[in-house]
């Protein structure tokens, strides 16, 4: 069966550091992946998504990057967290080109300090 | 740029009543209607979705409705249980070479003991 992996569970960085988050999947091949951030009581919102390795749309323009050197393996980066970092980062996949179901992990909650 | 309009933010209803939580679109390419519940500290999970060739779709006690010629869609759960209380969102998506989902705000819904 698919699974999807993300890490850290939680996080607490201090303004100005470097952040790396990770995700990978399980169980399936040439997914699409998404990074989707979710600020205290909002909805979600795309950061970025993947239809393939070194393929890399971003929809926000901010202080994030995605990099997507494997298959199944889909990191979200920042060289100089902000304090408006802050956030819930959740990480999701879909496969194949039919509108289908989002598959999301259990996500990172990190803190900027 | 696209959005998804969600209301209400906040829903509290008594066990056993019914829940409407309604959503608009602006997207008019979007053509799948995937509604999530996302429990404390976790990832969205999929619930119910609609695709745009359907005006209602039903699975137990939940069940979508949609209007494509206004761009509306909804949500309604019947005799709703204490655990049914989550956040709940929806969202509108397309297809253009991975999965462009637009996410509401989310609802809050509170079922009363």
């Known amino acids: 069966s698919q699974t999807i992996h993300q890490w850290p569970a939680t996080l607490v960085q201090p303004v100005g550091s470097p952040l790396s988050l990770e995700c990978t999947v399980e169980?399936?091949?040439?997914?699409?992946l998404y990074w989707y951030r979710q600020a205290a009581g909002r909805g979600l919102q795309l950061l970025f998504y993947?239809?393939?390795?070194?393929?890399i749309s971003s929809e926000v323009p901010q202080n994030l990057s995605a990099s997507r050197p494997q298959d199944r393996q889909f990191i979200l980066s920042s060289k100089k967290l902000l304090l408006s970092d802050s956030g819930f980062y959740l990480c999701?996949?879909?496969?194949?080109?039919?509108?289908?179901?989002?598959?999301f992990g259990q996500g990172t909650r990190l803190t900027v300090v | 740029g696209e959005n998804v309009e969600q209301h209400p933010s906040t829903l509290s209803v008594q066990e056993g009543d019914s829940a409407v939580i309604k959503c608009t679109y602006s997207?008019?390419?979007?053509?799948?209607f995937p509604w999530y519940k996302q429990e404390l500290g976790k990832g969205p999970q999929l619930i119910i979705d609609?695709?745009?060739?359907?005006g209602e779709k039903k699975d137990q006690r939940i069940a979508v409705t949609l209007n494509k010629t206004a761009k509306h869609f909804s949500l309604h759960i019947t005799e709703t249980q204490p655990e049914d209380s989550a956040v709940y969102f929806c969202a509108a998506s397309r297809y253009t070479g991975g999965f462009k989902t637009i996410f509401g705000a989310g609802t809050r819904l509170f079922v009363k003991a």
């Open positions: 993947s239809v393939g390795i070194g393929q």
């Open positions: 997207d008019s390419a979007s053509n799948y």
């Open positions: 999701a996949w879909t496969v194949g080109v039919s509108n289908t179901e989002a598959f």
């Open positions: 169980g399936t091949s040439n997914p699409n």
């Open positions: 609609i695709r745009s060739n359907v």
